[in-house]
C-alpha cells in the first residue's frame, strides 16, 4: 500500500519530531515535512501537497486558523487536521468553519489519533460527526482549557515545554491531590515518563515557566486568578505551590459546579 502523507505544523520542535517518530514507526502514514511556522508551512504544503496537514492553533508566524484558511484556498486535497490543548465551542465553531475536517483535543493516545486519521483519508465520517467525536471526555477537555486559560492569563506561553509539564502535573493533582506531597518522587517522574524525558528536565522546565510568567510583572493578573495568596514583587511560588494553588482552583470550581 502506497504511504499517505503528513505534514506537521506544531508549536515545538520537539512536539513534531516526537509525533514524526510514532508516525514513522507505528504507520503507513509519511512525514513529508514539519515546521513550528505558519508562513513557511504555506509554501511547503504547497509544494509537498501532502494527503494531511496536523496543526496546532498556537504556532509562530501566521496562527493555525490562518493556515487552514490558506490552504483551503489552495484547493488542494489535504486534510486539514487540528490538533490542539485549546477546545471551546467557539474555537470548535471557527476551526471547521475556516476549513479544518477534524478537531481533535489533547491529549489524546497515539493509537486514538492513528485510528482517527484513518478514518478521515478512508472519508468514514462526516464533519458533523467529526464535531461530536471531538466533544467527547467532555470532563477531561473542559479541564485542560481551564487550566490552559489560566497559563495563558499569567504569561505562561504554551510553545515552551514547561507549559505542557505544569498542565500535566495540575490534571494529576487535581486527580489526586496527595501528589503534590510526592513531587519529586511521583508527580515529575510520572510527567516525565510520559514526555520522554527525565524527571530533573521535567523539574527544570516547570521551574522555568513560572519564572517566565513572574518575569513579565502581570503579578496582579495572577494574585485574581488564584485568589489564594498574594504575591509581592519578585516573589514567586514554588513549583508545587503553583501546581497546587491551579488544582485547588480547579477542585472549588468543580465543588461549586
Known sequence: MQKRTIFLLQPTKEANEQLA???????DFEIVGMTTDGISAISAIADKKPSILITELVVSGYDGLSVVRRVKEMKLNTKIIILTAFCSDEILSRALG???DYFIAKPIEFSALRERL???????VEPQVQMQNSQAGFHQVSLDEKISKIFINV????????????????????????????????????????YNTTPSKVERAIRHAIEVAWNRGRIESINNILGVRAYIGAEKPTNGEFIALVADKMLLEKDVR
Do not use: C, W
Open 21 to 27: 517518530k510514532q508516525f514513522n514507526e507505528q504507520t
Open 155 to 194: 504569561g505562561i506561553p504554551p510553545h515552551i515545554k514547561g507549559y505542557s509539564f505544569l498542565r500535566e502535573g495540575v490534571k494529576m493533582a487535581v486527580n489526586d491531590p496527595e501528589i503534590i506531597n510526592n513531587i519529586t518522587k511521583k508527580l515529575y517522574p510520572s510527567i516525565g515518563e510520559k
Open 118 to 124: 484513518e478514518d478521515i483519508v478512508n472519508e468514514r
Open 98 to 100: 475556516a476549513g479544518a
